[in-house]
Protein backbone atom coordinates (compact mmCIF):
# COMPACT_ATOMS: atom_id res chain seq x y z
CA UNK A 1 0.00 0.00 0.00
CA UNK A 2 2.50 2.14 0.76
CA UNK A 3 4.81 1.56 -2.64
CA UNK A 4 1.01 2.45 -4.45
CA UNK A 5 0.88 5.84 -2.40
CA UNK A 6 4.63 6.23 -3.03
CA UNK A 7 4.35 6.12 -6.79
CA UNK A 8 1.20 8.11 -6.78
CA UNK A 9 3.01 11.06 -5.21
CA UNK A 10 5.84 10.52 -7.92
CA UNK A 11 3.34 10.75 -10.82
CA UNK A 12 1.69 13.31 -9.43
CA UNK A 13 4.54 15.27 -9.00
CA UNK A 14 6.08 15.13 -12.24
CA UNK A 15 2.49 16.03 -13.42
CA UNK A 16 2.69 19.13 -11.61
CA UNK A 17 6.47 19.59 -13.08
CA UNK A 18 5.32 19.28 -16.80
CA UNK A 19 2.81 21.45 -16.32
CA UNK A 20 3.98 24.41 -14.70
CA UNK A 21 6.91 23.79 -17.28
CA UNK A 22 4.70 23.97 -19.86
CA UNK A 23 2.80 26.93 -18.84
CA UNK A 24 6.10 28.73 -18.17
CA UNK A 25 7.11 27.81 -22.40
CA UNK A 26 3.37 29.18 -23.12
CA UNK A 27 4.27 32.30 -21.26
CA UNK A 28 7.56 33.43 -22.66
CA UNK A 29 6.07 32.74 -26.20
CA UNK A 30 3.29 34.94 -25.40
CA UNK A 31 5.49 37.99 -24.12
CA UNK A 32 7.42 37.50 -27.42
CA UNK A 33 4.47 38.28 -29.25
CA UNK A 34 2.85 40.58 -27.59
CA UNK A 35 6.28 42.71 -27.42
CA UNK A 36 6.42 42.68 -31.29
CA UNK A 37 2.77 43.73 -31.20
CA UNK A 38 3.58 46.72 -29.41
CA UNK A 39 6.53 47.57 -31.23
CA UNK A 40 5.91 49.61 -34.55
CA UNK A 41 6.42 48.02 -37.50
CA UNK A 42 8.96 50.47 -39.26
CA UNK A 43 12.33 48.91 -40.27
CA UNK A 44 15.36 50.44 -37.95
CA UNK A 45 16.50 53.32 -39.05
CA UNK A 46 20.25 51.64 -41.05
CA UNK A 47 17.89 49.46 -42.91
CA UNK A 48 15.62 52.58 -44.31
CA UNK A 49 18.99 54.09 -45.24
CA UNK A 50 19.92 50.83 -46.71
CA UNK A 51 16.70 50.55 -49.09
CA UNK A 52 17.00 54.78 -49.94
CA UNK A 53 20.30 53.72 -51.25
CA UNK A 54 19.04 51.31 -53.40
CA UNK A 55 16.49 53.24 -54.76
CA UNK A 56 13.73 51.12 -54.11
CA UNK A 57 10.76 54.00 -53.45
CA UNK A 58 8.31 50.84 -53.82
CA UNK A 59 8.85 49.34 -50.46
CA UNK A 60 7.82 52.81 -48.16
CA UNK A 61 5.01 55.07 -48.31
CA UNK A 62 4.44 58.37 -48.19
CA UNK A 63 5.40 59.07 -44.64
CA UNK A 64 8.98 57.03 -44.68
CA UNK A 65 8.13 53.90 -43.01
CA UNK A 66 8.41 50.35 -44.61
CA UNK A 67 5.73 49.29 -46.36
CA UNK A 68 3.59 46.29 -44.61
CA UNK A 69 5.75 43.82 -46.03
CA UNK A 70 8.96 45.31 -45.10
CA UNK A 71 7.53 45.37 -41.67
CA UNK A 72 6.49 41.72 -41.82
CA UNK A 73 9.68 40.35 -43.01
CA UNK A 74 11.30 41.97 -40.05
CA UNK A 75 8.81 41.18 -37.85
CA UNK A 76 9.15 37.73 -38.67
CA UNK A 77 12.72 37.61 -38.55
CA UNK A 78 13.17 39.10 -35.34
CA UNK A 79 10.60 36.77 -33.56
CA UNK A 80 12.30 34.14 -34.93
CA UNK A 81 16.04 34.98 -33.26
CA UNK A 82 13.97 36.18 -29.68
CA UNK A 83 12.18 32.18 -30.18
CA UNK A 84 15.91 31.03 -30.58
CA UNK A 85 17.75 32.55 -27.94
CA UNK A 86 14.42 31.73 -25.71
CA UNK A 87 15.70 28.18 -26.30
CA UNK A 88 12.00 27.80 -28.14
CA UNK A 89 13.41 25.99 -30.75
CA UNK A 90 10.47 24.81 -32.87
CA UNK A 91 9.12 28.16 -32.70
CA UNK A 92 12.12 30.06 -33.97
CA UNK A 93 12.50 27.27 -36.88
CA UNK A 94 8.54 28.08 -37.28
CA UNK A 95 9.38 31.75 -38.00
CA UNK A 96 12.04 31.44 -40.19
CA UNK A 97 10.27 29.05 -42.61
CA UNK A 98 7.37 31.05 -42.85
CA UNK A 99 9.65 34.43 -43.74
CA UNK A 100 11.50 31.95 -46.39
CA UNK A 101 8.59 30.47 -47.89
CA UNK A 102 6.42 34.09 -48.22
CA UNK A 103 9.82 35.94 -48.54
CA UNK A 104 12.20 34.27 -50.33
CA UNK A 105 13.72 37.61 -51.81
CA UNK A 106 13.98 38.91 -48.40
CA UNK A 107 16.91 40.64 -47.47
CA UNK A 108 17.09 38.83 -44.15
CA UNK A 109 16.37 35.41 -46.21
CA UNK A 110 20.34 34.35 -46.40
CA UNK A 111 20.67 35.59 -42.19
CA UNK A 112 17.43 33.21 -41.67
CA UNK A 113 19.04 30.30 -43.05
CA UNK A 114 21.55 30.96 -40.55
CA UNK A 115 19.47 31.10 -37.85
CA UNK A 116 17.57 28.47 -39.32
CA UNK A 117 20.66 26.34 -39.46
CA UNK A 118 21.64 27.11 -35.72
CA UNK A 119 18.00 25.89 -34.32
CA UNK A 120 18.06 22.83 -35.81
CA UNK A 121 21.71 22.32 -34.14
CA UNK A 122 20.04 22.75 -31.40
CA UNK A 123 18.07 19.68 -32.01
CA UNK A 124 20.59 17.84 -33.01
CA UNK A 125 19.59 17.43 -36.37
CA UNK A 126 22.51 18.40 -38.14
CA UNK A 127 21.80 16.86 -40.92
CA UNK A 128 18.69 19.15 -41.97
CA UNK A 129 21.17 21.68 -40.42
CA UNK A 130 23.48 21.27 -43.19
CA UNK A 131 21.19 21.40 -45.82
CA UNK A 132 20.05 24.71 -44.18
CA UNK A 133 23.57 26.28 -44.52
CA UNK A 134 23.98 25.01 -48.22
CA UNK A 135 20.95 27.01 -48.96
CA UNK A 136 22.68 30.13 -48.45
CA UNK A 137 24.22 31.94 -51.63
CA UNK A 138 28.40 32.00 -51.55
CA UNK A 139 27.79 35.75 -53.04
CA UNK A 140 26.13 35.96 -49.60
CA UNK A 141 27.72 38.31 -46.56
CA UNK A 142 26.72 34.98 -44.32
CA UNK A 143 28.39 32.40 -46.44
CA UNK A 144 31.21 32.14 -44.56
CA UNK A 145 29.35 31.51 -41.45
CA UNK A 146 27.23 28.97 -43.36
CA UNK A 147 30.63 26.92 -44.21
CA UNK A 148 31.93 27.75 -40.46
CA UNK A 149 28.32 25.96 -39.18
CA UNK A 150 28.31 23.39 -41.53
CA UNK A 151 32.00 21.81 -40.45
CA UNK A 152 30.44 21.73 -37.01
CA UNK A 153 27.78 20.26 -38.15
CA UNK A 154 29.99 17.82 -39.64
CA UNK A 155 32.65 17.41 -36.67
CA UNK A 156 29.10 16.72 -34.59
CA UNK A 157 28.26 13.57 -37.36
CA UNK A 158 31.98 12.78 -37.18
CA UNK A 159 32.87 13.34 -40.65
CA UNK A 160 36.15 15.08 -39.88
CA UNK A 161 37.18 15.32 -43.49
CA UNK A 162 34.14 16.98 -44.56
CA UNK A 163 34.26 20.03 -41.71
CA UNK A 164 38.37 20.45 -42.31
CA UNK A 165 37.26 20.74 -46.19
CA UNK A 166 34.47 23.50 -45.05
CA UNK A 167 36.67 25.33 -42.41
CA UNK A 168 39.60 25.35 -45.18
CA UNK A 169 37.34 27.39 -47.63
CA UNK A 170 37.36 30.18 -45.05
CA UNK A 171 40.47 30.26 -44.51
CA UNK A 172 41.66 30.14 -48.09
CA UNK A 173 38.71 32.52 -49.39
CA UNK A 174 38.20 34.65 -46.39
CA UNK A 175 41.37 34.88 -44.04
CA UNK A 176 39.90 38.52 -42.73
CA UNK A 177 36.74 37.14 -42.08
CA UNK A 178 35.65 37.07 -38.15
CA UNK A 179 35.43 33.12 -38.42
CA UNK A 180 38.88 32.67 -39.76
CA UNK A 181 40.60 32.16 -36.86
CA UNK A 182 37.98 30.22 -35.67
CA UNK A 183 38.27 28.00 -38.66
CA UNK A 184 42.27 27.68 -38.37
CA UNK A 185 41.41 26.64 -34.25
CA UNK A 186 38.93 24.04 -35.03
CA UNK A 187 40.88 22.61 -37.88
CA UNK A 188 44.24 22.01 -35.79
CA UNK A 189 41.82 20.36 -32.94
CA UNK A 190 40.75 17.99 -35.61
CA UNK A 191 44.18 17.38 -36.95
CA UNK A 192 45.57 16.93 -33.69
CA UNK A 193 42.50 14.28 -32.72
CA UNK A 194 43.53 12.51 -36.37
CA UNK A 195 47.35 12.36 -34.62
CA UNK A 196 48.77 14.92 -37.40
CA UNK A 197 50.53 16.99 -34.68
CA UNK A 198 52.64 19.05 -37.16
CA UNK A 199 49.40 20.61 -39.17
CA UNK A 200 47.76 20.84 -35.50
CA UNK A 201 51.22 23.49 -34.72
CA UNK A 202 50.92 24.80 -38.13
CA UNK A 203 47.65 25.89 -37.96
CA UNK A 204 48.11 26.88 -34.61
CA UNK A 205 51.04 28.89 -34.70
CA UNK A 206 49.21 31.06 -37.99
CA UNK A 207 46.44 31.85 -35.19
CA UNK A 208 48.92 32.85 -32.90
CA UNK A 209 51.26 35.46 -35.84
CA UNK A 210 48.03 36.68 -38.31
CA UNK A 211 45.16 36.70 -35.48
CA UNK A 212 46.90 38.26 -32.13
CA UNK A 213 44.02 40.71 -31.59
CA UNK A 214 41.19 37.81 -31.85
CA UNK A 215 40.11 36.03 -28.48
CA UNK A 216 41.22 32.28 -30.34
CA UNK A 217 45.04 33.37 -29.70
CA UNK A 218 44.71 32.55 -25.88
CA UNK A 219 42.92 28.57 -26.51
CA UNK A 220 45.61 28.39 -29.34
CA UNK A 221 48.59 29.07 -26.99
CA UNK A 222 47.31 26.03 -24.92
CA UNK A 223 46.33 23.78 -27.56
CA UNK A 224 49.95 23.94 -28.46
CA UNK A 225 50.94 23.04 -25.24
CA UNK A 226 49.24 19.97 -25.43
CA UNK A 227 50.51 18.92 -28.96
CA UNK A 228 53.63 19.28 -27.86
CA UNK A 229 52.43 17.26 -24.44
CA UNK A 230 50.27 14.70 -26.15
CA UNK A 231 51.12 14.20 -29.81
CA UNK A 232 53.90 11.41 -30.50
CA UNK A 233 55.50 13.00 -33.74
CA UNK A 234 56.00 16.41 -32.52
CA UNK A 235 56.36 15.75 -28.26
CA UNK A 236 58.21 17.97 -26.49
CA UNK A 237 57.56 18.35 -23.00
CA UNK A 238 60.01 21.83 -22.46
CA UNK A 239 58.30 23.08 -25.00
CA UNK A 240 54.70 22.94 -23.71
CA UNK A 241 56.21 23.75 -20.19
CA UNK A 242 57.24 27.29 -21.62
CA UNK A 243 54.09 27.66 -23.67
CA UNK A 244 52.02 27.26 -20.41
CA UNK A 245 54.16 29.30 -18.35
CA UNK A 246 53.64 32.16 -21.49
CA UNK A 247 49.59 31.70 -21.03
CA UNK A 248 50.03 32.72 -17.08
CA UNK A 249 52.50 35.65 -17.51
CA UNK A 250 50.19 37.01 -20.57
CA UNK A 251 47.26 36.77 -17.63
CA UNK A 252 49.22 37.62 -14.60
CA UNK A 253 50.32 41.02 -16.54
CA UNK A 254 46.51 41.45 -17.52
CA UNK A 255 46.84 40.77 -21.27
CA UNK A 256 43.68 40.58 -22.99
CA UNK A 257 41.94 37.27 -23.82
CA UNK A 258 44.56 35.75 -21.43
CA UNK A 259 43.48 37.54 -18.10
CA UNK A 260 39.65 36.27 -18.15
CA UNK A 261 40.44 32.88 -20.13
CA UNK A 262 38.04 30.22 -19.00
CA UNK A 263 41.30 28.31 -19.62
CA UNK A 264 43.33 29.70 -16.75
CA UNK A 265 42.48 27.16 -14.09
CA UNK A 266 43.45 24.43 -17.01
CA UNK A 267 46.32 25.82 -17.79
CA UNK A 268 47.27 25.93 -14.02
CA UNK A 269 45.99 22.22 -13.28
CA UNK A 270 48.28 21.13 -16.55
CA UNK A 271 51.26 22.87 -15.70
CA UNK A 272 51.32 21.58 -12.31
CA UNK A 273 51.00 18.11 -13.87
CA UNK A 274 54.07 18.29 -15.67
CA UNK A 275 56.12 20.10 -13.47
CA UNK A 276 55.29 17.09 -10.71
CA UNK A 277 55.59 14.66 -13.70
CA UNK A 278 58.52 15.32 -15.63
CA UNK A 279 60.39 18.17 -13.88
CA UNK A 280 59.94 17.01 -9.89
CA UNK A 281 64.19 16.62 -9.61
CA UNK A 282 64.62 20.17 -10.87
CA UNK A 283 67.17 22.70 -8.95
Not at 117 to 140: N, Q
Not at 149 to 168: E, T
Not at 199 to 211: G, M, P, Q
Not at 268 to 280: C, G, S
Amino acid sequence: MNKIFFFIIIIFTASTVIARDYRETENIINQILQQNKQTETVLPQDDQEEEEEQNQPQRRNRRGTSSPTAAEELNLYRIGIQFYESALFDNALSHFDDLLERFPMSQYADSARIWRGRSLMKKRAFRDAISAFSAVSEISGEYPAALFNAGLCHIYLRQPNNALAAFQRIIIQFPENSLADKALLESAKIHFHQNNGQKAVEYLIRIIKSYPNRETVAEAYYQLAKVFEQDSSMRDIEAARSLLKQFLRKAEQGEKFFVDSPLRERVVRDLNHIERNYFKFEN
